[in-house]
Every structure is written in C-alpha cells, then in structure tokens.
C-alpha cells in the first residue's frame, strides 16, 4: 500500500472550468510539497506547506494543508490547457520524501 | 527555487554499453541527491538516495552494481548504467535535497531519457 494516495488518478476537463485534487495519507507529514511534472519534463516545485491548516495561494492555484498533516487539497479555478500534466505531491516522512502515484490532468481547450 | 541540472538530457546507447547521467545542482550544496526512474504515464520511482562522502543506500530491487551511483562532492552526483540493456531504456530523474529553510524541500533536474537498442 502507498503511503501517500491521490485521487483522482485521472482527469479531464474543459478550459475554465475548476477542479479539486487530493493527497491522503494516514501518515503525519512534517512538511508537503506539491509538483507538476510535463511530458518529458522533470518535477517543478510549486509549492511547499508546513503548518497544519495553512493555505497557499499560487495565481489560480490553492494549496491547503490538512489540520493534522496528514492531507493536502490542490484547486485549480478556471483551468486553461497549460494546467495540463502530473500533479504530484509529496511528504517529507521521517528521513525521506514520498510521492504519491499523481494526477494526470488534461485541459482540453 | 533551486535549480538542478542534468547531463545529458537524452542518450541512445547499444546494449552492453555504460551510461553515465550527471546531476548538479547549480545554487546550492546538496549532502543529500536521490535518483528516480520513471515510465510512461507513471509516478516516480525512487531508485537510490546517494549521499556525499558515503556509500548510496539503494531501494529494494535495484542492483547496485549495475547502478553505479557516486556523490562525490557537495554538489555533484553521478549515475552510472553499466552493460545497459533494453529494458533498462527509461526516464531517468535527480533531485537533491535543499535543507537551507526550516524544511526540507526537494529539486528535480530535467531528466535524461535513455535508450538502449
């Protein structure tokens, strides 16, 4: 079983419209990083929480962090096609990180 | 943030053949690099974390003589495929560990997509 899930594993939408993604874990992370990864590409960071029930806010992006560190949300408001690809979020878990399997998220134009 | 860097960005080598895929990173010492292959519509796999000075500690599955992986300064780490074969064609990606905040964060390179005929 994977330490970190994220649901969903796919999705897909039109431009404009708002999304949600999840990272769950039953594990208490001391901190969480979300990336987004390109075809082709290697992880971009986009974003690092620490504190449980704090909120990031990345131009259309917001990033929440559980209360109990144990989660994380990422919205996306009004998507456009250059959203698309893996969002992957990771936990900083005892001496390493861990990565949950991502959200593939195609924008359709 | 941080940038990592890696060399080179794609090889096409003959089986039987070593590969070596470098991986700095440019702003920053890292005493701590990790080496993760990934395929096709699939999440990172982590490979090995490669520590300076010292021997890489290396997940189960993964041979360490035939991913020869050496950190021999603080900002450079080395991964080494040696008698590389098909199945080994992958896509290969760094990180090192930034402890220059509070926390701990993790930058990737740009990957280095190889294939073995």
């Known amino acids: 079983t994977q330490l970190l899930e994220q649901s969903p594993q796919f999705l897909s939408i039109q431009e404009g419209e708002n999304l949600t993604v999840y990272c769950n874990s039953s594990?208490?992370?001391?901190?969480l990083q979300w990336y987004r990864q390109e075809p082709g590409e290697g992880p971009v960071l986009l974003v690092t929480?620490?504190?449980?029930?704090e909120v990031k806010k990345l131009k259309r992006l917001t990033f929440q962090f559980g209360d109990a560190r144990k989660d994380s949300s990422l919205h996306i408001t009004a998507a456009q096609p250059g959203d698309t690809g893996l969002y992957l979020c990771?936990?900083?878990?005892?001496?390493?990180?861990?990565f949950g399997p991502g959200t593939r998220l195609s924008v359709l134009p | 943030g941080a940038v990592v860097s890696q060399h080179p960005s794609w090889v096409i080598c003959k089986s039987g053949t070593s590969v070596k895929i470098e991986c700095r990173s440019l702003?920053?010492?890292?005493?701590?690099m990790f080496w993760y292959r990934q395929f096709p519509k699939q999440s990172l796999m982590l490979m090995a974390t490669s520590n300076e000075g010292s021997k890489a500690t290396y997940e189960q599955g993964v041979e360490k003589d035939k991913f020869l992986i050496n950190h021999a300064s603080l900002t450079l780490s080395t991964l080494t495929v040696t008698s590389a074969h098909p199945e080994d064609s992958s896509f290969y990606i760094c990180?090192?560990?930034?402890?220059?905040?509070?926390?701990?964060?993790?930058?990737f390179g740009p990957g280095t997509r190889l294939t073995v005929l």
């Open positions: 594990s208490v992370f001391s901190s």
């Open positions: 929480v620490v504190t449980g029930g």
């Open positions: 990180s090192a560990r930034f402890s220059g905040r509070a926390w701990n964060e993790q930058f």
């Open positions: 702003d920053f010492q890292a005493t701590t």
């Open positions: 990771a936990g900083f878990y005892g001496q390493n990180f861990v």
